[in-house]
């Protein structure tokens, strides 16, 4: 995302108006690669579930909304945040290992498209509050592979060794009791891997798992309706090769050949937000140790937690760069934990107390994995949408901070 140089919506203007630590998102951005990947799979009219974790901001996601798209939610709260964003509830897919049996409800009530069970124990809470409410749910089972998504292992999901899905010969297991209960409608299989992939052969595996357990499940006289293949698409952060949509599609469609009228459905995040978003930063102060100098900005770990998360690498440049020596710094926040860096050994160019920063690939599990850690009221968000300029969410304030308190 490449913000304005000039005009209201240009980064200073921004941050003047509405202060700093600031994040601006491209509303037109999100909707673009939405269209790119809807186009990609254009032979099978994929049903696209943003996944809202990634940024749940309502303004933001309302754009994706309206432009057609569903929501993958993967709690209670994101249901309720992706209903009053505008996701129509058959659009809506409910993923998690620990959705509690209010959370089951409240998506039963809603008359969501589809529950992805990830367990035979959440499959039987689901069948009895279905029975309860007199509906019968739509369920996918979500698989565990045992694919490797050669990813950050803290974002890999797809290994036998992690908590998600449920491995192919327990699934089967789970169809065929299924099939069997009124309360529950068999409408899918789900699988999601992992995140931030960029390896093609690891989607490769995870359709064709998909499509074995597809077959499988029709052999035991259950049609699915749709397959599932989750999100995952890795994006650009600095030198890596992410896969182009059409190759994903490409593999999907292979493994999928044999099933033509098998819905296809998808779940991404990352791939549709992160590169519409910035954060802008002001320095607050230079200084310097005998080994090391820092660039202390009024962003922290608490307003983008990757970095001090997974060692995550984000691009960082001056708005306005001076003229003179790039020097080797490492750009932190003010909490207080070494962890707190938005990047390190950068060269950057003389920074000076009140130069404005812009952090790229923000648009992504960025504020919504913020926190009010040390006391810190969380930033504004603003949307672009074509010429318009948005106060998405106001910056919180100190009154903020203490408001459940009593
Ligand atoms: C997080 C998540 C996604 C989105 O992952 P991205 O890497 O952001 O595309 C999709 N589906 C499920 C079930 C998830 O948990």
């Not at 939405?34 to 696209?48: G, Q, V, Y």
């Not at 789970?174 to 891997?193: E, F, N, S």
């Not at 490492?330 to 952090?359: T, Y």
Request: glycine residues 8%; contains cysteine.
């Amino acid at each position: 995302m490449i913000l304005a140089r000039r005009g209201p919506a240009s980064a200073s203007a921004l941050a003047r108006r509405f202060g700093t630590p600031l994040f601006v998102y491209d509303a037109r951005e999100a909707r673009l690669r939405l269209r790119a990947l809807d186009a990609a799979f254009r032979a099978r009219r994929p049903l696209i579930c943003y996944a809202l974790k990634a940024n749940p901001c309502r303004a933001f996601a309302a754009s994706l909304a309206r432009a057609g798209a569903g929501a993958d939610v993967v709690s209670g709260g994101e249901l309720a945040r992706a209903l009053r964003a505008g996701f129509p509830p058959a659009k809506i897919v409910f993923s998690g290992v620990g959705k509690t049996a209010e959370e089951l409800r409240a998506g039963l009530r809603a008359g969501l498209l589809c529950f992805n069970v990830e367990s035979g124990e959440e499959m039987a809470t689901l069948a009895r509050e279905a029975g309860r409410l007199r509906r019968r749910a739509p369920m996918a089972v979500r698989l565990n592979p045992d694919v490797d998504a050669r990813t950050h292992p803290h974002i890999s999901t797809g290994r036998a060794d992690n908590k998600f899905g449920v491995e192919i010969p327990e699934a089967l297991a789970l169809y065929r009791r299924a099939a069997k209960d009124g309360r529950l409608r068999v409408l899918g299989a789900q699988c999601h891997i992992g995140s931030q992939i960029t390896e093609l052969a690891a989607f490769r595996e995870a359709a064709r798992a998909l499509a074995r357990a597809v077959a499988e499940v029709a052999a035991m006289g259950v049609r699915l309706e749709h397959a599932d293949m989750g999100g995952g698409l890795g994006v650009v952060y600095k030198d890596e090769t992410p896969i182009e949509p059409e190759k994903f599609a490409r593999v999907v469609e292979d493994a999928l050949r044999a099933w033509p009228g098998l819905r296809l459905l998808l779940e991404p995040g990352r791939w549709l937000a992160a590169d519409a978003g910035v954060l802008l930063t002001r320095v607050l102060y230079n200084k310097a140790t005998s080994r090391r100098r820092f660039v202390v900005v009024d962003a922290a770990m608490t307003d983008l937690p990757r970095p001090a998360l997974y060692g995550a690498w984000h691009p960082v440049a001056p708005v306005a760069p001076r003229r003179g020596p790039r020097r080797r710094v490492d750009v932190v926040g003010p909490v207080c934990e070494s962890g707190d860096f938005l990047a390190r050994d950068r060269l950057l160019p003389p920074l000076k107390s009140g130069d404005l920063l812009a952090v790229g690939k923000a648009g992504a599990y960025a504020f919504s994995m913020s926190s009010q850690y040390n006391s810190r009221p969380r930033a504004a968000e603003i949307v672009l949408d074509g010429g318009k300029v948005m106060l998405a969410r106001r910056r919180e304030t100190l009154a903020d901070l203490v408001r459940a308190e009593r």
